[in-house]
């Protein structure tokens, strides 16, 4: 079994920024878990044609792109809090096959322990992937997916 610490990262905009629709009430913040981004706050411009405003960057990147960043990050993650992880490969979500798993602490509640589950397996040309729990950044996710497997780069 390893051990790794995970330092907290804390982003610069914590809460909603002054621009931000909704204002900085309860139902801001709660749009903002739902909506946005603190760790990437201005859209990335490789993810969108030129010609996109820089409005329609924004309405795409938080309300269609990547809902529920802050929520799974801030809310019901752990990312603004040090945690120290032991498992498996704690610092991956796949191994190259079979089971990964680890546990988290979370900091400095000595109570407070979250579950990681993944499990990959190759199957000709595709690949299962599958994982449940908060990863090694402190986010809560949920992936099933079989897909034919990229070619490697070397």
């Known amino acids: 079994m390893k051990k790794y610490f995970h330092k907290a990262e804390f982003p610069e905009h914590s809460e909603p920024p002054d621009w ?15 909506f946005g981004n603190s760790d990437d706050p201005e859209p990335i ?13 924004r309405l795409h990147w938080y309300f269609v792109r990547n809902p529920l960043h802050n929520f799974d990050f801030y809310v019901i993650g ?6 120290v992880i032991y498992g498996k490969e704690p610092t991956k979500v796949f191994i190259d096959e079979g089971w990964n798993y680890y546990v988290s602490r979370i900091l400095p509640y000595r109570w407070l ?10 199957i000709g040309d595709r690949v299962f992937q599958f994982y449940i729990g908060w990863r090694h950044g ?6 099933l997916r079989y897909h034919k497997e990229k070619e490697r780069r070397q």
């Open 20 to 34: 931000w629709w909704f204002g900085k009430n309860g139902f801001g913040k709660l749009m903002w878990s739902i």
């Open 78 to 83: 752990f990312r603004d809090h040090d945690r």
């Open 138 to 143: 402190a986010s809560f996710g949920f992936k």
């Open 45 to 57: 411009d490789k993810f969108y044609p030129s010609d996109w405003s820089q409005t329609k960057k």
């Open 113 to 122: 322990w979250v579950l990681f589950v993944s499990y990959q397996k190759r």
